[in-house]
């Protein structure tokens, strides 16, 4: 199996290269930049490349999969529109014209719901209503999968609700709390965080990435989207708390820093993974605190960036 990881050098674009690898895949990846550790790696920015440019390299790799881990979650709308919808269509046309009989596995967003009612775990049916920016670029880039899909290409969205593990960033809150709290214990001050009423579904990262591999090597994909989550609710200040007594931290933990833009001000997010369960045959297998104690072990190679 030759896979093409496009991302590698992210968050969770890193969790399905390193298993990938270990689980003796063909890797070959690409990015805007150079990516250490990688033997072959080509430069490339989705944002800024000419389809026929990227149909170039995908046909010299001729890998039997592509794995779009690449994005922003963060930025302008102008620059979240020219990563996550310019870019994956850029992709999606590249892989077209190239003709490759190749699978895409395309990275997608819980934030493409919007919020849901309260206690009622969200199915891949239910209509999507995005609340910020991020979430209406990453509905749109899952919009041309679904076109390239239906002009004949091999693809499915994997919906990725919360993800949190080793080497989160701070744009999201688990990394986010990972990196205050290191500062905090080195005598940095308090941890400031925004309202922690919400409630998520938190996946870890490494289950993230075997359901890229799942997707990759099954038979069939008959639904365009899977949502890949735990399949349950948890408060966001229930996750700080747990992260908090993991690191040893004892002092205060204030609510009262403004939220984060990237959510919408959503109450409430749960997973509903049956179709993922029954197409892929995978399911989450890392509970949150190991998540969170991964997160944590991974977090002091960046204490004090």
């Known amino acids: 199996m030759r896979l093409l990881i496009l991302g590698a050098s992210g968050f969770l674009g890193g969790h399905v290269w390193r298993q990938a690898t270990a689980a003796g895949a063909e890797v070959v990846t690409a990015g805007r930049a150079w990516l250490p550790g990688s033997p072959a790696h080509h430069r490339l920015d989705l944002a800024a490349s000419e389809p026929a440019r990227v149909a170039e390299i995908i046909a010299s790799v001729a890998p039997d999969a592509v794995a779009n881990c690449a994005g922003l979650t963060v930025g ?10 310019t870019g994956t269509a850029a992709l999606v046309t590249a892989m077209l014209l190239a003709g490759t009989p190749a699978r895409l596995v395309h990275l997608g967003s819980a934030a493409e719901y919007g919020g849901a009612e309260p206690g009622v775990a969200l199915g891949e049916s239910a209509p999507p209503r995005p609340g910020a920016p991020y ?25 990725v609700f919360n993800p949190v593990g080793a ?12 990196a205050q709290l290191r500062r905090a214990l080195a005598g940095g001050g ?12 938190f996946v870890d990262a490494r289950d993230v990435a075997a359901a890229v591999l799942a997707a990759v090597a099954a038979p ?6 899977l949502n890949i989550g735990s399949g349950t609710g948890v408060p966001a200040r ?3 708390k747990e992260l908090v007594s993991v690191t040893g931290y004892a002092g205060p ?15 409430w997010q749960q997973a509903d993974v049956t179709l993922a369960r029954r197409d892929l045959g995978w399911q989450p297998r890392h509970d949150l605190a ?11 190679d960046h204490a004090f960036r």
Do not use: C, F, Q, Y
Request: charged content about 20%; cysteine-free; proline content about 6%.
């Open 76 to 85: 302008g709308p102008d620059v979240l529109a020219a990563a996550n919808i």
């Open 135 to 159: 979430g209406v670029t990453k509905l749109a880039g899952t919009r041309l999968v679904e076109l390239g899909r239906a002009a004949g290409l091999a693809a499915v969205v994997l919906r």
């Open 167 to 178: 080497g989160a960033p701070e744009s999201g809150l688990p990394g986010r709390v990972a």
């Open 190 to 201: 308090d941890v400031k965080l925004g309202p922690l009423d919400a409630v998520r579904d």
């Open 220 to 225: 069939a994909l008959p639904h365009a989207v």
């Open 238 to 240: 229930t996750l700080v």
């Open 253 to 267: 933990v204030h609510e009262d820093s403004p939220g984060s833009a990237r959510s919408g001000d959503l109450d």
């Open 290 to 300: 190991s998540s969170l104690a991964d997160l944590w072990e991974a977090s002091r």
